[in-house]
């Protein structure tokens, strides 16, 4: 028997509508968990306080943000993610609601293609010790602080320079983040199955700057261009805050040793999935 956690957003999944119908549906034909919060609302679950360590499979409803901030400790637990599309556009939350029960059951009886996704790793580095760590499904974002002007950063990989910025800022995107912020900031669409890092400016202050496309086996650096200058940046993944650099502060990024595991139940492609959603 399967265990799943059952992943809402309140905010997308008004009233818990579409959570209860999914717990009533799945009840007695797999042993579900919720995350202790939800113990008030009395459904017919297992509580926990972590649930990512009980279960081998998770649906979440919402949107892709929704997914996006449990996609860590999903990679992390090696758990299966389906999601129901309760957002916008939905690149990962393919099963809309109203296929919601057939994609149940294909889960059920194991009719479905798993689709597994790189996730980056982040280190905020000072005087050469890690000071921090963070992962990302998206993108690790560098942009200057409030009242800062334009920064000057420089980005490396393996040691050897790659292009110097003067920008509001920089982000490193995940073949599955380019569909994110970087294609708002002029970057490429990158089918999300590859191992690659997208580097693309925010508002750069230059003639002639592009996307860059980089090998994840590779490691990629990225500082000040003066390391003693005054500058400040923000750095964030996926859209959280986790530390700021200064100076001679550097941010290695890596190639996570966790990937996300993404259920697929349906047959539309990634480019058909683009097509319908971006056109």
């Known amino acids: 028997m399967k265990k799943i956690a059952i992943l809402p957003n309140e905010g997308k999944d008004v009233g818990l509508v579409n959570t209860r119908q999914i717990i009533e549906y799945l009840s007695g034909k797999a042993k579900l968990y919720m995350p202790t919060e939800y113990k ?8 926990s306080d972590n649930p990512y360590k009980e279960v081998d499979t998770a649906i979440v409803l919402g949107g892709d943000g929704t997914i996006i901030q449990c996609a860590t400790d999903c990679a992390k637990n090696n758990i299966e993610v389906l999601g129901i599309n309760l957002g916008t556009i939905g690149f990962m939350t393919e099963v809309e609601v109203e296929n919601m029960t057939e994609a149940l059951d294909k889960l059920l009886s194991g009719d479905y293609t798993v689709e597994e996704r790189m996730i980056l790793k982040a280190e905020i580095l000072r005087r050469d010790n890690s000071i921090a760590a963070y ?15 334009l920064i000057n950063l420089e980005l490396y990989t393996d040691g050897e320079l790659v292009h110097r910025y003067v920008a509001d800022g920089l982000i490193i995107a995940t073949p599955t983040g380019s569909t994110g912020y970087s294609i708002s900031a002029g ?3 990158v089918d999300p199955t590859m191992q690659l890092y997208i580097a693309t400016p925010i508002c750069a202050h230059m003639l002639s700057v592009r996307s860059a496309i980089l ?3 590779k490691n990629i650096e990225i500082q ?5 200058s005054e500058q400040n940046a ?10 700021y650099i200064s100076g001679a502060d550097k941010v290695r ?4 040793k966790y990937a996300f595991r993404l259920i697929k139940t349906g047959s539309q492609s990634f480019y058909e999935t683009l097509l319908s959603k971006l056109s």
């Open 40 to 47: 008030a609302a009395g459904y017919n679950v297992i509580y």
């Open 234 to 243: 923000v750095v964030t993944a996926d859209g959280d805050v986790c530390g």
């Open 224 to 228: 000040f261009q003066n390391s003693t």
């Open 187 to 189: 970057g490429p669409v």
């Open 253 to 256: 990024i890596t190639k996570s």
């Open 135 to 149: 992962h990302a499904l998206n993108d690790i974002v560098f942009s200057k602080t409030v009242g800062e002007k």
């Open 215 to 217: 090998s994840s086996e």
